[in-house]
C-alpha cells in the first residue's frame, strides 16, 4: 500500500504560480511511477504530468507543456508540481497517483494508489 497527500493548493490570480507537493509513504517510493491528473467541475479527471520512478523521464498534456514542471525527490518521499503563469482554465481539484508498471502513462486506469486531491482555483 502506498499512500499519497497532496498539499499547495490554494486560490490564486492568473499569471500567479502555486507549487503542488504529494507526500508518499508506506512501501518504497521510489519503485513507482508518479502522475498529477485533474479534475474540474463538471469535467472527468484528466491528466497533467507524470515522471518515471528512477530516470526522472516526464511527460506532459500540452495544454501545460513550458507551464508546468513535475519533479521528485526519492529522499524525502515527495514528487511536486510547480505551476507557473496559471491560467483560468487550470482550475480544478489535483490529485497526484502512483504506478507500479514499466513506464508512465496518460490514463488513470494505470495508476494503483490516488490522494485526495487538492484544490487549485485561478482566478481572472
Known amino acids: 500500500q502506498v499512500q499519497l497527500v497532496e498539499s499547495g493548493g490554494g486560490l490564486v490570480q492568473a499569471g500567479g504560480s502555486l507549487r503542488l507537493s504529494c507526500a508518499a509513504s508506506g512501501r518504497t517510493f521510489s519503485s513507482y511511477n508518479m502522475g498529477w491528473f485533474r479534475q474540474a467541475p463538471g469535467k472527468e479527471r484528466s491528466f497533467v504530468a507524470a515522471?518515471?520512478?528512477?530516470?526522472?523521464?516526464?511527460s506532459y498534456a500540452d495544454s501545460v507543456k513550458g507551464r508546468f514542471t513535475i519533479s521528485r525527490d526519492n529522499a524525502k518521499n515527495t514528487v511536486y508540481l510547480q505551476m507557473d503563469s496559471l491560467k483560468p482554465e487550470d482550475t480544478g481539484v489535483y490529485f497526484c497517483a502512483a504506478g507500479g508498471g514499466a513506464t508512465i502513462s496518460w490514463r488513470p486506469g494505470y495508476y494503483d494508489y490516488w490522494g485526495q486531491g487538492t484544490q487549485v482555483t485561478v482566478s481572472s
Open positions: 515522471i518515471t520512478m528512477s530516470l526522472g523521464s516526464t
